[in-house]
C-alpha cells in the first residue's frame, strides 16, 4: 500500500524536537508561571470522610483573618450556578438513559469521597489562606462507606437518583445466539481478572488562574487543560452560564496528562467563578498530596470473559461481563472509557465471529473515575491477550499459533462489535516481533537463569486500539455530546513563513515539530519557517483538543485540507504570475512550475504576490493567503501490533524483573520516528507500571491509603528493560495523511505481555494465575499458595 506521505522532505526524519529548547532552557511557560497584578491566592478545604451530611460550615473565625479576601461554601452556588457535565450519555438496554445525579463543584449537603472541595478561601497569599482554612470548622455527619463495586447495590446510596448504586447497564452483541454457540462449543476457556486501578501522575500538578474583566465581561482561564475549547464551552454553557465569547481559556505549557486534564475539574470552575465574583484574578496550584485525592483515575474493573472454540482452537464466540467503578460521581468523560471505548475493542486481531459484552457501572465513595493513558482500550487488551494466551495453554499450542490461527488476515474487516478495520497486517507484526526478541534464542536465555536459581518467562500480546475517535455522527448516535471532529487554519505570512493554528493541544507529545514537518514537508519551505499556535480559545478555530491519539490523525489531516486549499489558490496566483493556464501549473519541491517548461515560481514569491497583489486581477481573486478547514473522519484509526516480553522472576523474594521488551508497531505513515520511539517507549513503562507496581487502594472507611509517593509506586529508571523497538507501515486508507497514532499503544500493549511472560515463568511452580500489579509480596505469595 503506497506512503500518501513519502513524497515530501522532512517527513520521516528524526527532526529534534524544536519545543524542546524552552523547556530545556527553564523558559516554558506553565500555568504555575502565570502572574496577574493583584492576583489572590485559593485554597480549598476537602472533605476528610468518604460519606457524610455536612450539618454546619462555621467560617465566621476564618473570614476575620489576615488577608482573607472570602470564603465560598456549596451555599454560595447552590441555585445560582449550573454543575459540572458529563460528556456522554449511556443508554440501558430498555432505552432508559443511565443515572445522572448533579455535580456541584462546591459540595452541597452531603460529601461522597474523601478530597471533594467544601470550602474555598481566597486570601492575599497562599500562606494566609492556609490558615484561614485550617480554621474552618465543619460539622459533618459520618454515614456508611462503599468502596468496592462488588458490594454497591447492597451499600449506602451516594445519590438520591440511584438508590441502589447502579448507574447503567450497557450491552453489544446477541447474547442468544452467543449462549448457544457456547453450548455447542469444543472447548471453552474462561478467565476471571482485574484491572486495577491507577492514579495518573502527570509532572505537572493541576493548576489554575484566572481573571475577570469588569469592562468587557470577560474571564480569562488559564488552565491545566488537554482540551482548551471544551472546557470553554462547559464552563460557559453548563456552569457560569455566561455567552461563551465572554469566556476565554489558554492552555499554555503543560507538563503531562495521561487524559487525566481532558475534565472539566471542580477547581476550575471554582477559580473561574471565584475571580468573575471579586473582580480579581485569582490562582490555585494542586499540591502533590491534592492531585493523589483529585485528579481522576483510571481502569478499574471485574471481568469475567469466556471464549468458546472448535477442537482446532478455531475462536467461534466471545462472551465478557464487566463491572466497572465510575467513583462518586460521573466524571467528563467517564460513563462512555469502559463501555463504547472498551467493549467495541473485544474483538482484538481475531476473527471471532460473535461477541457479547455486558458492562454495570457503579457509584462508590471514591475519587471519580476517567480517562487515563489508552481508555477503554488498555482494559480490552488486557482482556482480551490474557485469554487468548490461556486458551493456547489449555489447548497446547504455542503463544504464536493460537494468535495465528485466529488472525484477521483480510481488509476491509466489519467486526461483530461495530468497528470496522480498515487495514493492517497482523501476522507481520507478529513475525517481525519474534525475530526482533530472538525468540529462537529463549530456551537459551531460560536455562542460563535456571542456572541461577531465576525463573524466566516469555509472554505475547497481539493488540489493537481504536484512535482518532470519530465520526461526530456515529459518536452522536452513540451518545457523544459534542462533535469530533478538528479544525486547522493555516496563514502565510507575505514573506512566505507559515503560521499554523490548531485545535489539538501539546502537553509532551511534539506537536510543535511534528506539524511544522508536515506543513514543511508539502510546501517544500524550511520547518523553522513553520510557527504552530495551540492552546488559546481566544487564538485557535474551535478545536476537541487532544486525546485518543487524535492530534495527528484528526487534526493533522484538518491542517493538510487548509493546506491544499492554500495550494490550489497559489496557483492561480502562479499561473497569473507566468502567463500560463491554471491546469498547466504544478507544485513541486516549493516551486509551482508550468509543465514542460522551465518557467518557474518559488512558493515565497507567490505568498508575497498574494499580499501585494499587483501583478494578478482583484476581481478574480482576493488578497492574502488564509485558509482554515474542519475535517471530520469517516471511521477511527486502527494502530495495532505485537509486544513480546521477557521477565526474570527470584521465586524466594517474588522479585520480577523485565529483562527485554520488544514491541513491533504499525502506526501507518511516521512523521518523526524519534518522537514515535519516545511515546512508544514511554508508554511501555506505564504499562510495566501498571503490570508490576501501581495500585490504588482504598481502606474499608474510604480512605486512600497509596496518597503519596512512599505508597503508591512508579516506574524508576532503575526499571527500564531492553528495548527493542520496530514498525510496520500499512497506511491508514480514510484520511489524507496516512497516520494512525501512537500515543497510547505502549500502554495498551504492555501490560497484558507482561502478565503473560510472568505467568510463564511461574506456570513450572505451579501458579497460573496473578492479578496485576504483581508486586514480589503478591509473586512471592502465589508461590507458597502453590506448594
Known sequence: MSNPMAALSHVGESVRRVEDARFLTGTGQYVDDVHHDGQKRAVFVRSPHAHATLKHIDTAQASQMPGVVAIFTGADIEGQVGGLPTGWLITNPDGSPMK?????????????????????????????????????????????????MRQARQGPALHDEAADNHCYTWVLGDKAAVDATFDSAAHVTRIELVNNRLIPNAMEPRAD?????????????????????????????????????????????VGGGFGSKINLYAED?????????????????????????????????????????????????????????????LATFGPVVPTILYGTLLAGQYT?????????????????????????????????????TRCGWELGLSQDEIRRRNFITEFPYQTPVALLYDTGDFPQCLDEAMKLADVAGFEARRQASEAKGLKRGIGYSSYIEACGLAP????????????????????????GSVTVFTGTH???????????????????????????????????????????????????????????????????????????????????QGEFRVKGTDKAVPFAQVALAAYVPHNYPLDKLEPGLNETAFYDPGNFTYP????????????????????????????????????????????????????????????????????????????????????????????????????????????????????????????????????????????????????
Open 472 to 495: 461526530s455522527q456515529i459518536v452522536g448516535q452513540l451518545g457523544g455530546r459534542a462533535g469530533l471532529y478538528e479544525c486547522g487554519e493555516v496563514r502565510v505570512n507575505p514573506t
Open 209 to 253: 488562574n484566572a481573571r475577570h474583566d469588569r469592562a468587557t465581561g470577560e474571564s480569562t482561564l488559564y488552565t491545566t487543560s488537554q482540551n482548551p475549547h471544551l472546557a470553554r464551552l462547559l464552563l460557559a454553557a453548563n456552569v457560569l452560564q455566561v455567552p461563551e465569547h465572554k469566556m476565554r481559556v489558554i492552555a499554555p505549557d
Open 100 to 148: 445522572e445525579p448533579p455535580h456541584p463543584f462546591l459540595a452541597q449537603h452531603k460529601v461522597r469521597y474523601v478530597g471533594e472541595l467544601v470550602a474555598m478561601v481566597v486570601a492575599d497569599t497562599l500562606e494566609q489562606a492556609k490558615d484561614a482554612a485550617e480554621a474552618i470548622e465543619i460539622d459533618y455527619d459520618p454515614l456508611d462507606v462503599v468502596v468496592d
Open 640 to 787: 495495532a501490533g505485537t509486544h513480546i516480553c521477557e521477565v526474570e522472576v527470584d521465586p524466594d523474594t517474588g522479585v520480577v524483573r523485565v529483562e527485554r521488551f520488544t514491541a513491533v508497531d504499525d502506526f501507518g505513515v511516521i512523521i518523526n520516528p524519534m518522537i514515535v520511539e519516545g511515546q512508544v517507549q514511554g508508554g511501555i513503562m506505564q504499562g510495566i507500571g501498571q503490570a508490576l507496581l501501581e495500585e490504588c487502594v482504598y481502606d474499608d472507611n474510604g480512605q486512600l491509603l497509596t496518597g503519596s509517593y512512599m505508597d503508591y509506586t512508579m516506574p524508576r529508571a532503575t526499571d527500564f528493560p531492553d528495548f527493542r523497538l520496530g514498525t510496520v507501515c500499512t497506511p491508514c486508507t480514510h484520511n489524507p495523511i496516512g497516520s494512525k497514532g501512537c500515543g497510547e499503544a505502549g500502554t495498551i500493549g504492555s501490560p497484558p505481555a507482561v502478565i503473560n511472560a510472568l505467568l510463564d515463568a511461574l506456570a513450572p511452580l505451579g501458579v497460573h494465575d496473578i492479578d496485576m500489579p504483581a508486586t514480589p509480596h503478591r509473586v512471592w505469595q502465589a508461590i507458597q499458595a502453590a506448594h
Open 506 to 588: 501539546s502537553h509532551g507529545q511534539g506537536h510543535e515539530t511534528a506539524f511544522a514537518q508536515l506543513v514543511a514537508g508539502r510546501l517544500g519551505i524550511p520547518i523553522e519557517n513553520v510557527e504552530v499556535v495551540h492552546g488559546d480559545t481566544g487564538r485557535i478555530p474551535f478545536g476537541m483538543g487532544t486525546y485518543g491519539s487524535r492530534s495527528l490523525a484528526v487534526g493533522g489531516s484538518a491542517i493538510m485540507k487548509a493546506v491544499d486549499k492554500i495550494e490550489e489558490k497559489s496557483k492561480k496566483i502562479a499561473a497569473h504570475l507566468m502567463e500560463a493556464a491554471e491546469a498547466d501549473i504544478e507544485f513541486v
Open 352 to 388: 471471532t465471529p460473535q461477541i457479547y459484552v455486558e458492562v454495570d457501572g457503579w457509584f462508590t465513595n471514591t475519587v471519580p473515575v476517567d480517562a487515563y493513558r489508552g481508555a477503554g482500550r488498555p482494559e480490552a487488551a488486557y482482556l482480551i491477550e490474557r485469554l487468548v
Open 269 to 329: 470552575a471554582a477559580v473561574a467563578w471565584a475571580s468573575r465574583t471579586l473582580g480579581r484574578p485569582v490562582k490555585w496550584t494542586a499540591e502533590r498530596s491534592e492531585s493523589f485525592v483529585s485528579d481522576t483515575h483510571g481502569r478499574d474493573h471485574i471481568t469475567v470473559a469466556e471464549m468458546a472454540m472448535d477442537a482446532n482452537g478455531q475462536f467461534l464466540a466471545l462472551r465478557v461481563h464487566s463491572h466497572v467503578n465510575l467513583g462518586a460521581y
